[in-house]
């Protein structure tokens, strides 16, 4: 039996620091995706659609995504399983999307057996009660929360090893992971359906497993996508040479993407960075396009010392005689000082 597994739909997230039509766009395109899975997880003959937590992004969804997300679990006919996450998790779901085929795992951990001796198993919210499963059984189980990080949302994997578990099926982190749990079982975060802002770059899918093969196969889905790519402006030869290698870089993105170009490396004080004019061509090319300038000054302190009648010379004097501090915060301090005196922004 194969199962389809995602998590962390957040229906209805925004990223406001976006235009309002760009914002549009990407929850257009997740709704697109959830869509998308629903009809491949039909298309495959898979065994249910496993979902785990965080479906939508608030406990308050508008009725128009509801109302999307009753149309095609209803219109899908697989057994849909579903946890809640910490967004949604005070969300009450109506009847209309409480049928015969969406089943949510409250805050008791229940299980319900499918054909082909799997048993999937779930249980809402933070206090963790996992029962011994039966081991002749294939057992699936639902949870939301962080493996690695002991917040409010944690989960102690401890609880959840010995407990004959194949599958456990995991929301709450937003990249796709594999993990070994124990001598038995994997864990697995499919990661979120789409990216919604540079802390969610990469590629976004689901998960399709095989219980018969034990075999995880992550499903990429192209589309936007979020992207930070780096640059390196040590040497540069003017406008020409820059703009050559920023169109090499990216060559492979598609107009869709959001990207995101960091320059890094050391430039000579009097060389131009065209910042302005580069981000006003290379907008019209992707979604959206931002240059963050993380390069620095080329330092060459005891030449500027020796300037006569100059700010930056006295400046750097107080600097290197300061014997409190190290060479690598003397260096700083002088690149984040002659900043200033050109004016950069800090």
């Known amino acids: 039996m194969k199962i389809v597994h995602i998590a962390d739909v957040h229906l209805g997230a925004s990223n406001r620091k976006l235009s309002s039509s760009l914002q549009k766009s990407l929850k257009l395109e997740n709704a697109n995706r959830l ?65 015969k085929n969406f089943i949510i795992f409250d805050k008791e951990f229940s299980s319900l057996q499918l054909e082909d001796n799997v048993v999937i198993s ?50 709450h982190i937003h990249s796709f ?27 976004k899918g689901f998960v399709v497993f095989d219980t018969l093969s034990s075999e995880i196969q992550f499903t990429a889905i192209n589309g936007k996508k979020f992207v930070i790519e780096k640059l390196d402006i040590s040497n540069f030869k003017g406008y020409n040479d820059i703009d050559l290698k920023i169109e090499n870089l990216l060559k492979n993105y598609s107009f869709e993407d959001f990207i995101r170009l960091e320059f890094v490396g050391e430039y000579e004080e009097e060389q131009d960075k065209y910042i302005g004019i580069l981000t006003n061509k290379f907008s019209n090319l992707y979604s959206y396009f931002e240059i963050i300038d993380k390069s620095k000054i080329k330092l060459d302190p005891q030449k500027l010392r020796q300037e006569i009648l100059s700010f930056k010379s006295e400046f750097l004097k107080l600097v290197f005689e300061d014997s409190t501090l190290d060479e690598e915060e003397k260096n700083q301090i002088c690149r984040l000082g002659i900043s200033a005196l050109r004016g950069d922004d800090l």
């Open 122 to 171: 779930g249980q809402s919210g933070s206090d963790l009660q996992i029962k011994n499963l039966d081991q002749s059984k294939f057992n699936i189980v639902l949870l939301h929360g962080d493996v690695h990080s002991k917040g409010n949302d944690f989960i102690d994997l401890t609880l959840c090893k010995n407990k004959n578990i194949d599958y456990l099926a995991l929301g």
């Open 177 to 203: 992971e594999n993990g070994k749990l124990d001598q038995r079982g994997r864990f697995v975060y499919p990661g979120c359906l789409t990216g919604n802002g540079f802390d969610e770059c990469g590629e």
């Open 35 to 99: 869509k998308f899975v629903f009809e491949y997880a039909d298309k495959i003959k898979a065994g249910a659609i496993v979902i785990s937590g965080d479906l939508f992004h608030s406990k308050n969804p508008s009725n128009q995504l509801i109302k999307f997300f009753g149309e095609i679990v209803s219109a899908c006919k697989i057994p849909v399983f579903y946890v809640k996450g910490n967004h949604d998790e005070d969300f009450i779901f109506s009847e209309e999307l409480n049928g």
